[in-house]
């Protein structure tokens, strides 16, 4: 990866309506060149980005029309979803180059195939210390398979409830959803959704999750600020709504999805839902893997 890298903004826009990317854009590009010298002291030297003993991080890897996100520090490491089936191999390689042999945690935010079928493979060919997954079922064959997997490797398999958290060194995370109990029958709103602290940075990871599980998500939590969100359903018009964008302010937004893909995503409402606030948008269908690191202080932005 090049060294030419910019950040997500350190100080976050004025919401004033109607201000769109110009400004936010010229501040990030003006602090180009010297969060790059900072950046390359904290990664000196390792063309894989290994981690330093503070930092995390984040990559958004393009897996077209599905997710699959990777969270690691120097010891440890997370994964939410894996794509569709067929991109499990992409999944796998990629933590192969990263030089990453155990998971942690694996988190499957709910049972679509889009975000579980790729899993199957990294549960077959990677150690993982426990899975999280909503409690809900769905009658697919993406499903089954991935059950299978679970119980042949005799893996723990753990259905995490609001407000839960979790460590692994010094990635910690806690779960802003589903809410305990969950019955309907949408299971984008049963989608996992965990909050990334570290220092005084954030991350929201949305999985699929939509109105009602966002509504559910302001009700119970206080603070839900991020400086990064990774918007729901991949920029579906019945996620990412005006009062989860009021509540999350974040100050960059991941869309992972799939280029030209048949649903029409990101809708055009999301986007003018961000534009309107300011928010830079990164698009996996435009960039590719969308790879941050964060030292508990600032949010970087790699360029491949």
Same mark, same amino acid.
């Given at each position: 990866? #090049?060294?030419?890298?910019?950040?997500?903004?350190?100080?976050?826009?004025?919401?004033?309506?109607?201000?769109?990317?110009?400004?936010?854009?010229?501040?990030?590009?003006?602090?180009?060149?010297? *969060?790059?010298?900072?950046?390359? %002291?904290?990664?000196?030297?390792?063309?894989?980005?290994?981690?330093?003993? $503070?930092?995390? /991080?984040?990559? *958004?890897?393009?897996? =077209?029309?599905?997710?699959?996100?990777?969270?690691?520090?120097?010891? $440890?490491?997370?994964?939410?979803?894996?794509?569709?089936?067929?991109?499990?191999?992409?999944?796998?390689?990629?933590?192969?180059?990263?030089? &990453?042999?155990?998971?942690?945690?694996?988190?499957? +935010?709910?049972?679509?195939?889009?975000?579980?079928?790729?899993?199957?493979?990294?549960? $077959?060919?990677?150690?993982?210390?426990?899975?999280?997954?909503?409690?809900?079922?769905?009658?697919?064959?993406?499903?089954?398979? %991935?059950?299978?997997?679970?119980e042949n490797n005799r893996?723990?398999?753990?259905?995490?409830?609001?407000? !839960?958290?979790?460590?692994?060194? &010094?990635?910690?995370?806690?779960?802003?959803?589903?809410?305990?109990?969950?019955?309907?029958?949408?299971?984008n709103d049963a989608s996992?959704?965990?909050?990334? !602290?570290?220092?005084?940075?954030?991350?929201? %990871?949305?999985?699929?999750?939509? =109105?009602?599980?966002?509504?559910?998500? /302001?009700?119970? %939590?206080?603070?839900?600020?991020?400086?990064?969100?990774?918007?729901?359903?991949?920029?579906?018009?019945?996620?990412? +709504?005006?009062? *989860?964008l009021d509540a999350v302010?974040?100050?960059?937004?991941? /869309?992972?999805?799939?280029?030209? $893909?048949?649903?029409?995503?990101?809708?055009?409402?999301?986007? #003018?839902?961000?534009?309107?606030?300011?928010?830079?948008?990164?698009?996996?269908?435009?960039?590719?893997?969308?790879?941050?690191?964060?030292?508990?202080?600032?949010?970087?932005?790699?360029?491949?």
């Amino acid at each position: 990866m #090049a060294r030419h890298d910019y950040t997500v903004e350190e100080h976050r826009p004025a919401r004033h309506h109607g201000r769109k990317l110009g400004y936010a854009f010229a501040v990030t590009m003006a602090l180009i060149l010297a *969060f790059a010298l900072i950046y390359t %002291f904290i990664f000196a030297g390792n063309s894989a980005l290994a981690p330093g003993g $503070n930092e995390i /991080i984040v990559a *958004f890897l393009d897996v =077209g029309q599905g997710d699959s996100i990777l969270i690691r520090s120097r010891h $440890n490491a997370v994964l939410i979803d894996g794509g569709e089936t067929n991109r499990g191999d992409t999944v796998l390689g990629y933590l192969r180059r990263m030089g &990453i042999t155990r998971l942690d945690y694996v988190i499957a +935010t709910h049972p679509h195939s889009d975000h579980i079928g790729g899993l199957v493979t990294i549960l $077959n060919r990677v150690e993982v210390g426990r899975v999280l997954m909503p409690d809900v079922v769905h009658t697919t064959t993406a499903f089954e398979n %991935f059950l299978s997997v679970i119980e042949n490797n005799r893996i723990a398999a753990h259905a995490p409830t609001q407000g !839960e958290r979790f460590t692994a060194g &010094i990635i910690d995370f806690t779960v802003l959803a589903p809410v305990s109990g969950f019955a309907g029958s949408n299971l984008n709103d049963a989608s996992i959704v965990i909050r990334l !602290e570290h220092g005084t940075t954030s991350f929201v %990871f949305t999985g699929d999750a939509e =109105g009602a599980s966002e509504r559910a998500m /302001i009700a119970a %939590f206080e603070c839900l600020r991020a400086d990064v969100i990774k918007i729901g359903h991949h920029g579906s018009r019945t996620s990412t +709504t005006e009062a *989860f964008l009021d509540a999350v302010q974040p100050t960059a937004a991941v /869309i992972s999805v799939g280029g030209n $893909n048949r649903f029409g995503h990101p809708h055009p409402d999301v986007i #003018a839902r961000l534009n309107y606030r300011g928010i830079q948008i990164l698009r996996t269908d435009k960039m590719g893997s969308i790879v941050m690191a964060t030292d508990g202080e600032r949010v970087v932005v790699l360029l491949d």
